[in-house]
């Protein structure tokens, strides 16, 4: 039995509502589903067949225009009405070009593309709501019921025809029910549910969340939702069980409750993922060590495991310490200025004043992945920060900068035949033997410049100081040919 499928909705005369449910009643066993649909030559309307499949699980919605301007742009409440024929899906992944309402390109009756669409559409074989779409699944059912109830019927006694027939009346008074009544008070199953849209309309959002009590995991990217302050408290109360929150690009959410009130709304949160953000002041813990003096008592942290702050942050490297100082138990952490945003930035705003080195980092035993392209040092700073990073005995991946690879190779004293000293020396502070994969960023130097491109020396200095690497990403520009003259130097290592 098929599990999982892909589908495209591509321009078609031949793909009808009808064609739709009766495949996908076939399908009774398919729990995954991928759709790429076409929005000029189909509505949403044509999704509500989904509601077919009652073992779905996992849907993952594709939304795109082959054709732009000639047919209307449906908005996000027409997609995800997809829920309530599909309610007991877990995870939802929507994708595409959602528009917000009154902005949709009007339908040009004259063209010769609307006339050939005209002429192959079938309207009515589409359910005008998700309602019907429901109502015409319960009559589907209905109907074969009744039609085993009449092969049996050849088969039992006139008793057992009459306590058939009696089963048949009500599957008819079923489905003669009122569609609304069953529907009205629908609630999501929703665990998990991904959006990467243009628009999404706020009160599209609460409605869809409010209807998610479950919802575990929320991701938004390159998605503008305008929630306000109010919207932020029904989405806390509506979903009480998030434990993952992740918002990608600084104009997905305009407004992001500061760290304090975000942790009271959701108090369960244990991943917090703010990439290329807008920050109108950096995430700060430093409340956390305030005694609330009626209680007597400090506030309360959810069991934060994963952090991420990236973006317009004024003091990195204070932002860094201050959560490496006061958080425990933290196994992914990542700091930083976002290169999507700096050039427009005043670099004033980061001052690069040395750091007090001397509060234990909380998150020493737990701490596996650790991200720092974005934090600039100074010398001193950056000697102290690496030489506590070797005392993280869980690190399997680090991320830093090509600004601080060639710092460190200037501070590494050399050896009296030209090369670096014996590892493990004291005089060796970019030394790391647990980190298995090494992620090399970029960031703008002070002076507003791209750093020159990596050379074949500078990554074996790299290579060389963590003899247990197996995987080098590098996203800062290379000498031509460089990843593919150190695959055949290193054939250990993956690099990418």
Same mark, same amino acid.
């Given at each position: 039995?098929?599990?999982?499928?892909?589908?495209?909705?591509?321009?078609?005369?031949?793909?009808?509502?009808?064609?739709?449910?009766?495949?996908?009643?076939?399908?009774?066993?398919?729990?995954?589903?991928?759709?790429?649909?076409?929005?000029?030559?189909?509505?949403?309307?044509?999704?509500?067949?989904?509601?077919?499949?009652?073992?779905?699980?996992?849907?993952?919605?594709?939304?795109?225009?082959?054709?732009?301007?000639?047919?209307?742009?449906?908005?996000?409440?027409?997609?995800?009405?997809?829920?309530?024929?599909?309610?007991?899906?877990?995870?939802?992944?929507?994708?595409?070009?959602?528009?917000?309402?009154?902005?949709?390109?009007?339908?040009?009756?004259? @063209?010769?593309?609307?006339?050939?669409?005209?002429?192959?559409?079938?309207?009515?074989?589409? $359910?005008?709501?998700?309602?019907?779409?429901?109502?015409?699944?319960?009559?589907?059912?209905?109907?074969?019921?009744? @039609?085993?109830?009449?092969?049996? /019927?050849?088969?039992?006694?006139?008793?057992? !025809?009459?306590?058939?027939?009696?089963?048949?009346?009500?599957?008819?008074?079923?489905?003669?029910? $009122?569609?609304?009544?069953?529907?009205?008070?629908?609630?999501?199953?929703?665990?998990?549910?991904?959006?990467?849209?243009?628009?999404?309309?706020?009160?599209?959002?609460?409605?869809?969340?409010?209807?998610?009590?479950?919802? /575990?995991?929320?991701?938004?990217?390159?998605?503008?939702?305008?929630?306000?302050?109010?919207?932020?408290?029904?989405? @806390?109360?509506?979903?009480?069980?998030?434990?993952?929150?992740?918002?990608?690009?600084?104009?997905?959410?305009?407004?992001?409750?500061?760290?304090?009130?975000?942790?009271?709304?959701?108090?369960?949160? +244990?991943?917090?993922?703010?990439?290329?953000?807008?920050?109108?002041?950096? $995430?700060?813990?430093?409340?956390? +060590?305030?005694?609330?003096?009626?209680?007597?008592?400090?506030?309360?942290?959810?069991?934060?495991?994963?952090?991420?702050?990236?973006?317009?942050?004024?003091?990195?490297? !204070?932002?860094?310490?201050?959560?490496?100082?006061?958080?425990?138990?933290?196994?992914?952490?990542?700091?930083?200025?976002?290169?999507?945003?700096?050039?427009?930035?005043?670099?004033?705003?980061?001052?690069?004043?040395?750091?007090?080195?001397?509060?234990?980092?909380?998150?020493?035993?737990?701490?596996?992945?650790?991200?720092?392209?974005?934090?600039?040092?100074?010398?001193?700073?950056?000697?102290?920060?690496?030489?506590?990073?070797?005392?993280?005995?869980?690190?399997?991946?680090?991320?830093?900068?090509?600004?601080?690879?060639?710092?460190?190779?200037?501070?590494? $004293?050399?050896?009296?035949?030209?090369?670096?000293?014996?590892?493990?020396?004291?005089?060796?502070?970019?030394?790391?033997?647990?980190?298995?994969?090494?992620?090399?960023?970029?960031?703008?130097?002070? +002076?507003?410049?791209?750093?020159?491109?990596?050379?074949?020396?500078?990554?074996?200095?790299?290579?060389?100081?963590?003899?247990?690497?197996?995987?080098?990403?590098?996203?800062?520009?290379?000498?031509?040919?460089?990843?593919?003259?150190?695959?055949?130097?290193?054939?250990?290592?993956?690099?990418?």
């Amino acid at each position: 039995m098929v599990e999982s499928l892909s589908l495209t909705f591509q321009r078609s005369a031949w793909i009808s509502y009808n064609v739709l449910e009766e495949c996908f009643g076939r399908l009774t066993k398919l729990t995954t589903l991928h759709i790429f649909i076409d929005g000029s030559q189909f509505s949403p309307a044509m999704l509500w067949s989904l509601s077919q499949l009652r073992s779905l699980t996992k849907l993952t919605l594709c939304v795109y225009y082959h054709n732009w301007f000639i047919t209307r742009h449906y908005t996000s409440k027409d997609y995800l009405a997809i829920l309530d024929c599909c309610s007991q899906v877990q995870d939802l992944r929507v994708l595409g070009a959602f528009m917000e309402p009154g902005l949709g390109v009007s339908h040009i009756k004259n @063209s010769i593309g609307h006339q050939v669409q005209k002429a192959f559409s079938c309207p009515e074989l589409a $359910p005008s709501t998700p309602q019907q779409a429901i109502g015409r699944l319960q009559h589907l059912r209905s109907s074969s019921t009744r @039609s085993l109830a009449r092969d049996l /019927n050849q088969h039992h006694t006139s008793s057992s !025809r009459r306590t058939q027939s009696e089963a048949s009346q009500l599957s008819l008074s079923s489905m003669k029910a $009122p569609i609304h009544s069953t529907t009205m008070n629908i609630t999501y199953s929703l665990r998990r549910l991904e959006i990467r849209t243009v628009m999404l309309d706020e009160f599209d959002f609460i409605s869809m969340v409010s209807k998610s009590p479950h919802l /575990n995991e929320l991701m938004i990217d390159t998605c503008t939702v305008n929630l306000s302050l109010e919207n932020w408290i029904v989405f @806390s109360e509506r979903c009480p069980e998030l434990r993952i929150l992740k918002v990608v690009d600084g104009d997905t959410m305009r407004y992001i409750p500061k760290l304090p009130d975000l942790f009271l709304f959701f108090p369960k949160l +244990e991943v917090l993922h703010l990439e290329d953000q807008h920050f109108e002041l950096d $995430p700060d813990f430093l409340y956390t +060590e305030v005694v609330d003096q009626t209680t007597g008592k400090r506030p309360k942290l959810p069991p934060l495991t994963h952090l991420h702050f990236t973006g317009t942050l004024r003091r990195p490297l !204070r932002v860094l310490m201050h959560t490496l100082a006061l958080i425990p138990k933290l196994e992914y952490l990542a700091v930083g200025l976002s290169l999507h945003f700096i050039g427009g930035v005043d670099s004033s705003m980061f001052p690069t004043t040395e750091y007090s080195f001397d509060q234990p980092w909380r998150s020493m035993d737990t701490l596996a992945h650790l991200d720092v392209s974005g934090v600039r040092f100074d010398d001193p700073s950056l000697i102290k920060f690496f030489r506590q990073v070797q005392s993280l005995t869980k690190l399997r991946k680090l991320g830093v900068s090509i600004y601080h690879v060639r710092q460190a190779i200037e501070l590494t $004293p050399l050896g009296p035949s030209g090369e670096y000293p014996l590892l493990g020396s004291e005089s060796v502070f970019f030394y790391f033997p647990t980190v298995r994969s090494i992620y090399i960023g970029s960031i703008i130097s002070r +002076e507003g410049e791209m750093p020159d491109a990596v050379t074949y020396d500078e990554m074996a200095f790299v290579i060389v100081s963590m003899p247990e690497m197996r995987t080098l990403e590098l996203k800062h520009m290379s000498e031509a040919g460089l990843k593919d003259l150190l695959s055949c130097d290193y054939a250990g290592i993956k690099f990418c």
